[in-house]
């Protein structure tokens, strides 16, 4: 089982920064893909941004140039650095990981419980 904590939501000004942080912890052998989401009221969920254990990077074509993934293996933990937010942004963000429990074993999906970004106009 993997447990999930997610931090660095709140409220900021068109134009401002934010800087989320999802630590995994459990008996956890690696994590290939940790990722970002995002909902918003009336919408359904969407792809954020994504990062291997290489450091490869994805990102929706809404935040490119905005946004930035970064993960700390060592820490299990996965971040993502939001610049020049917009009204639009506005969403609970959830932290997405694939963790393995050994070599051998196949990826297995985890939920963060959610984060709150607002971005006032």
């Known amino acids: 089982q993997v447990q999930l904590m997610e931090s660095g939501g709140g409220s900021v000004q068109a134009g401002g920064s934010l800087r989320l942080s999802c630590a995994a912890s459990g008996s956890i052998f690696s994590i290939p893909l940790m990722a970002w989401y995002r909902q918003a009221p009336g919408k359904q969920r969407e792809f954020v941004a994504s990062?291997?254990?290489?450091?490869?990077?994805n990102y929706a074509n809404s935040v490119k140039g905005r946004f930035t993934i970064s993960r700390d293996n060592a820490k299990n933990t996965v971040y993502l650095q939001m610049n020049s937010l917009k009204p639009e942004d506005t969403a609970v963000y959830y932290c997405n990981v694939n963790a393995k429990f050994s070599a051998s074993d196949r990826a297995y999906d985890y939920w963060g419980q959610g984060t709150q970004v607002t971005v006032s106009s």
């Open positions: 990062i291997t254990s290489g450091g490869t990077t």
